[in-house]
């Protein structure tokens, strides 16, 4: 059942839509493709006057989601191997059942952040509080659900069981669209409400995109390397006229299949834990040089400061906000 809603003429954010929240509300469980990507999905709910569980399958977007949003709750235990976790677990789900009896958001309503495999614990929470019901569970970059599943697609249909018989209220959203054969094979989705948000197209920009072919024998590494040497050289990665005014790029967001390509690349340019940031999943941080860390991402749209480098792998960017002024 795909429906089409238009959004207003000049409008670049979901949320300056004063009507669009009340119109999905008629729905309880639904798809909304929001056609294009940093249009403050997640925000519209964050700063709405329900109560809200956002589900993300990758924890980067949810840190960054919380920096900008330090109302929210972060349901969040660090992976380790001493034992503490469960503990760590137990300690998350009281606090989150003190936090569900008195939120300090700005309109007295839960905001709740958690990823994919730790939403059953605040299932749980909701559940035997009795509130569960009052909840909308936005569960965002939902088609990773299908990218992931040839790794743990196991997981992934647990969680989507689980939600689907506990909860009453579902928005799926996501700006990448899914072919309708893979929505109805799972029974999840099959026969869902699909909106999709129809934009002015004088508010959209179609990104530029240059790309560089790689050659025989010719590694990530190696032209990775090649564009750290000629900025290095030159003082910026790219320059370009605009409005008349020459401007210069001095940052670079580079994505990459895993960690061990960025680790050479580092190692390899002598790169420095100032000049990178690295967006890697947390099972992965234990690898990298001494120095660096995972995350750190500027999250202020409005005067974003970023490193020279920024490395992403496969798994880590998505629902990720970048921010810059000339990356």
């Keep these: 059942m795909e429906k089409y809603y238009d959004m207003p003429k000049g409008c670049r954010y979901m949320s300056e839509d004063p009507d669009l929240l009340h119109y999905l509300r008629q729905f309880n469980k639904f798809i909304l493709n929001k056609t294009v990507t940093g249009c403050g999905g997640t925000s519209l709910f964050l700063n709405s006057s329900i109560d809200v569980v956002i589900i993300s399958p990758r924890l980067q977007a949810l840190k960054d989601k919380h920096e900008q949003h330090p109302d929210t709750f972060l349901f969040h235990s660090p992976y380790t191997n001493n ?21 300090f958001s700005v309109y007295n309503k839960a905001k709740i952040l958690v990823t994919l495999d730790s939403c059953d614990k605040v299932i749980d929470v909701l559940k035997g509080y009795g509130v569960i019901d009052s909840f909308l569970f936005v569960v965002d970059e939902f088609q990773c659900l299908m990218g992931d599943a040839t790794f743990k697609g196991t997981t992934d249909m647990n969680f989507l069981i689980r939600l689907d018989n506990e909860a009453k209220n579902i928005c799926y959203l996501s700006a990448t669209p899914i072919q309708d054969m893979f ?143 000339n990356a």
């Excluded at 034992?83 to 300690?91: E, L, N, P, V, Y």
């Design 183 to 325: 929505l109805d094979f799972v029974p999840q989705f099959k026969g869902l409400p699909y909106i999709k948000l129809e934009w002015d197209k004088s508010v959209l920009e179609e990104p530029n995109v240059r790309e560089i072919q790689m050659k025989k024998d010719e590694s990530a590494e190696k032209i990775c390397s090649n564009i750290i040497r000629d900025f290095r050289a030159n003082g910026y990665f790219a320059r370009k006229v605009v409005d008349g005014q020459v401007v210069y790029s001095t940052e670079a967001c580079i994505f990459l299949n895993e960690v061990r390509s960025i680790i050479n690349i580092i190692v390899k340019n002598n790169l420095k834990p100032d000049e990178v940031t690295i967006l890697c999943s947390d099972g992965k941080v234990s690898g990298l040089p001494k120095g660096f860390k995972a995350g750190g991402l500027c999250t202020d749209k409005y005067n974003p400061r970023n490193k020279t480098f920024t490395f992403c792998t496969k798994a880590s960017f998505e629902g990720v906000d970048f921010y810059s002024t």
């Design 83 to 103: 034992g503490k976790r469960a503990a760590d677990i137990k300690r998350l789900m009281s606090d989150l059942n003190n936090y569900i009896n008195n939120p």
